[in-house]
């Protein structure tokens, strides 16, 4: 979406702590009556986001680097060891011509 689409609003929360998104900013993401938000609150303020935007289910580190014992079982490698080898592997794929 063009910057030029973007709406700038300010919102008054109510006694109760509702807040009414503008039907612009509705009709831009296809949000609907039924749509559910989630509100992730960060340092930089929070963030608003419906679940169907997610393009991965929540995971936790462990279930991510724990799937990583099966190609891996060495000692942890050093940036300069990870850096050198991606080198490795984009002159080797530059030698035969893929980049």
């Excluded at 030029?4 to 039907?23: A, F, I, Q, Y």
């Excluded at 949000?31 to 997610?54: C, F, H, K, Y």
């Amino acid at each position: 979406m063009p910057d030029g689409d973007r709406v700038n609003v300010t919102l008054k929360m109510s006694g109760g702590g509702d807040v009414t998104l503008p039907k612009a900013v509705c009709d831009r993401h296809g949000w609907t009556a039924a749509t559910v938000l989630e509100i992730n609150d960060g340092p930089g303020g929070i963030m608003l986001q419906s679940q169907q935007a997610r393009l991965f289910p929540p995971t936790r580190a462990e279930d991510v680097f724990g799937m990583l014992g099966k190609y891996y079982s060495g000692p942890p490698k050093t940036i300069e060891e990870m850096n050198a080898g991606i080198e490795a592997e984009v002159l080797a794929r530059h030698a035969r011509g893929r980049y």
